[in-house]
């Protein structure tokens, strides 16, 4: 019995009550009628006589304790006076904090932004691809080694079902159920079978570019480009045009732009060149818009493609592709973008 009484006076000291309600609970538990410590007192009449006097002493300590408690439990839900809780409800709230956009996706809207004012609409295709619509449409012959320019991922078994190397694919999808005019951008995710390092990885973004119209020339896709190079790294960027080759464009050309971190003076990031290449771009070729039912006497277009990584890259000095992946918040936290 005494040591009852001992365990459920450690157990009273330590009661914590979160609401008013919890609060009731004890008392029920603790002190009401049937509560534990009137439990004792109905099975003091067992107690030998000899220790009643030793017993009868403790239980009313106990009983003085746990009333106690309760009572002190009861007054930390009080009202105060003045009628309110008790808590300075003017106080300022916790604060929230905010997320922020993942740099790929801030780049990505510029880009789309930039090319939404020059009246380029957006449109998005699979991910998961056929060769018609990754090579074979886009004027890769059969067994040409252009098709190896790409390292693809391949669904086993089945080399008519792959991811797509590129957002090509979107303008042949685009070009089969539109007759031009065609203004349209595609931004989206694509798949090499790469080594995986600083600078390259076997998952990255690009944004592709189309226009296809009558009398559209190689004039015009400079002009588009020239603008788009100078809205998104300043006014002041200078373009370059350098000959490529892609089988899906003809003629070809690669892209710099004057470098954005040295202004052309040259540093470790343009390797002393001055310029850095940021896309590949052409006229699209005739067989091209043939594969897609579209008239090459009558019309011609331009296309490019940009990789977001790279571009982010040179805007934000990042020096390693990895980190986009990585979900690292404290890489994450510091790009903040309305956009
Ligand atoms: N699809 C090419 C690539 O992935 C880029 C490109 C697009 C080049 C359009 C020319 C025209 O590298």
């Not at 990255?204 to 189309?210: A, S």
């Not at 977001?308 to 592709?321: F, H, P, Q, T, V």
Request: proline share 4%; aromatic share 10%; net charge negative.
């Amino acid at each position: 019995m005494l040591d009852k009484i001992r365990a459920l006076l450690n157990e009273i000291e330590v009661l914590k009550a979160a609401t008013r309600e919890e609060v009731e609970e004890l008392r029920i538990r603790y002190i009401s009628k049937k509560g534990v410590v009137n439990q004792l007192f109905t099975e003091f009449k067992d107690v030998a006589p000899e220790l009643k006097k030793e017993v009868g002493k403790s239980l009313n300590d106990l009983k003085e304790a746990a009333q106690q408690k309760i009572n002190q439990l009861k007054e930390s839900f009080e009202t105060t006076c003045d009628g309110s809780t008790g808590l300075d409800l003017t106080a300022p709230g916790d604060s929230i904090s905010m997320g922020s956009r993942h740099p790929l996706a801030v780049v990505r809207n510029r880009i789309i932004d930039i090319f939404a004012r020059l009246g380029f609409s957006v449109a998005e295709g699979p991910e998961i691809e056929d060769d018609w619509h990754v090579f074979s449409a886009l004027n890769f012959a059969p067994e040409h080694p252009a098709r190896d320019m790409q390292d693809t991922f391949f669904i086993e078994k089945n080399p008519d079902v792959l991811l797509r190397t590129h957002t090509s694919s979107v303008q042949i999808r685009v070009m089969e159920r539109t007759q031009p005019p065609i203004r349209a951008i595609f931004p989206g995710r694509v798949f090499r079978n790469e080594a995986i390092s600083a600078r390259s990885h076997c998952i990255f973004h690009q944004v592709e570019g189309l226009y296809v119209d009558e009398n559209v020339s190689f004039a015009d896709l400079k002009q588009t480009l020239l603008y788009f190079a100078k809205e998104l790294f300043g006014e002041e960027t200078q373009i370059r045009l350098r000959p490529s080759y892609f089988p899906f464009t003809e003629p070809s050309a690669e892209m710099d732009v004057s470098c954005s971190i040295c202004g052309g003076a040259g540093c470790n990031v343009c390797k002393y060149s001055g310029w850095l290449e940021i896309l590949g771009c052409g006229m699209v070729d005739p067989n091209v818009l043939e594969a897609c039912n579209i008239d090459s006497q009558k019309y011609t277009g331009f296309a490019f493609g940009m990789g977001i990584e790279r571009i982010a890259m040179l805007l934000y000095g990042i020096k390693d592709i990895r980190h986009y992946f990585e979900n690292d918040l404290r890489f994450l936290r510091q790009f903040k973008a309305a956009l």
